[in-house]
């Protein structure tokens, strides 16, 4: 769960599509046919049948971390990496649902346990079986009181865990391997969301044998050497920039058609012209550009509704990493009326129009609208674009310039400033940052920015570490196929960058797995109450969410898309022109 861009959850029901073959469209051009020789018709059948070999450049527009191992990893950097190269026990569907994938799985809710069991024929990268030690493994590293990543909400379930956790126990009592293929775990409790929130992604024990926890994420296993049980492994690294992997002939759902994957990072600005001249074969785009792209003749596009939103965080205080909680000790801006008002200074559909082509709707809540748990925008307050409203608020609230320069002062008079942090990375990054410093500023908010723009993973380590000179700053989230807030929204979640904690969301967010949570409609009703909450509190800006837009090469055939991700069964993929 879907640093920084994309790492953590959400919702269900959303379009899926497949890219159709381009044989049928040449063979049958100007509608006529030839008389109807065999060798055409043999043509024309070998057009259609996957042909093996060839590879295909996969281009993303920041550079990636590197962290390439599930239980480590925090971006959609590394996220599009490891989607060629691992899997999980258990899959999402097209329709967000959980189903089976490297395990089968059965849920005993009278006696809570989840019991896997892995399939047959499945090796690591290095040709080692995976093994049900290899996932109790995992779940002691995200357990281990040094382990510093945010996936503990992901295996916090297991009995015993809390009591690993911190470190009052050597082992989590809830783990059983049976044999080398069945894991029963034992549970604290089952439920609503179980297997769509318990950790499912098993980590190679013999590989990182000898690794201390704390050591993991930079040693040369995960950073140089990562391996998996996906259909291609990495052969080769220049870090922040380009990973070549290749089949892995030995892949469990059967050999892949293509020899190979290329993930490269190129300039965001030049995306429609490496389309074009064909150095990218598969991309998602930026939707500054889809005019522009989408009338490329050799692309292909693919748009989906996502399962993500993009917003404007407001800090409200720093993470206690001992306690490891969230903690509101500043109070900049804990008045309600004077995060309202910058909500409604900022023109949400002129940006979305002007730095995104329109793709994307107006949310008033951190939900989607893909999303089960959507509450209707009836029951919501709608922030839409009002300077006059948020100047009268600013006024109620205090926020007057008293001084005659223009800006506004805080209610004691002092000077009131307003940093913005905002990441580079796209031809829209300045444009749009300035675009929202100019809103606030229009209603007398003195708001600039915070030392310009920040490459991606600066700017969310700034924002992770809570540094003090971050005052707001523009984030996106993934989410993942269940809409439980958990992971982004408590009082314990590290990735609750806003610092934001409330007892009545807390209490929310707990009801909706509860026991009552079995029945849906409960759950839809009790998520409805917390975005009710969470738009009249405020605590981010909640901008859209949007839709994405993945052009693929017409050479590049099976792609398969769906709201969670462009990357369904790559192992299908093939190419029109292998071995040419």
Known sequence: MKKKYWLLLTLVFAMSMVLAACADSTSDSGGEKDSGSDSDDKSEAKADEPQKGGTVTYAFTQPFQGLLDRGLYEGEDDDLILNFMTEALVDTNDELLPEPGMADYEVDEDANTVTFTIKDGIKWHDGEPLVAEDMAYAYEVIAHPDYEGSRYSNVAMIEGAEEYHQGKAD?????????????????????????????????????????AVKDLP????????????????????????MVELEKFKDYWQGEPYLDGVVYKVIDASLAAGALEKGEVDIMKIPSS??????????????????????????????????????????????????????????????????FSNGLGELIEAPMPPVSWAKVDDSELTTYDYDPEKAKQLLD???????????????????????????????????????????????????????????????????????????????????????????????????????????????????????????????????????QKLVNEELPMIFLYSPVDVYAANKRLQNVHTNSFTSQVDTHLWWVTDAGK
């Open 289 to 354: 550009q889809y005019k522009e792209i989408k009338g490329i003749d050799n692309i292909e596009l693919h748009e989906e509704a996502a399962l993500s939103y993009n917003y404007i965080g407001f800090k409200f205080g720093h993470w206690d990493k001992k306690e490891k909680k969230n903690v509101m000790d500043n109070p900049k801006f804990q008045n309600k009326k004077l995060r309202q008002a910058m909500s409604y200074a900022i023109d949400r559909q002129g940006m979305l129009d002007s």
């Open 396 to 530: 109620e609230a205090g926020y007057k310039d008293v001084n005659g320069d223009g800006w506004r002062e805080d209610p004691d008079g002092n000077e009131f400033t307003v940093n913005f942090d905002s990441m580079s990375g796209s031809d829209i990054s300045e444009p749009r940052a300035q675009y929202v410093l100019q809103n606030w500023q229009d209603v007398g908010i003195n708001a600039k920015l915070n030392g310009g723009l920040k490459e991606f993973n600066l700017f969310y380590d700034t924002v992770e570490a809570d540094d003090p000179s971050v005052d707001t700053f523009m984030g996106a989230w993934g989410l993942a196929s269940d809409p439980d807030p958990t992971g982004l929204w408590t009082e314990t979640d590290l990735w609750n960058y806003p610092r934001w904690v409330n007892e009545e969301s807390d209490k929310l967010i707990k009801e909706g797995i509860s026991d009552k949570g079995f029945d849906r409609d409960y759950r839809v009703e009790v998520y409805g109450e917390w």
């Open 218 to 241: 930079e040693s040369d296993q995960v950073r140089k050497n990562p391996i998996g049980t996906g259909p291609f492994k990495v052969k080769n690294i220049v870090p922040g920039e």
């Open 171 to 211: 082992s989590i009592s809830g783990i059983e391997v049976k044999d080398e293929k069945t894991l029963v775990l034992q549970l604290t409790d089952v439920a609503p969301n179980t297997i769509d929130n318990l950790w499912s992604y098993p980590m190679p024990k013999h590989y990182y044998e000898g690794i």
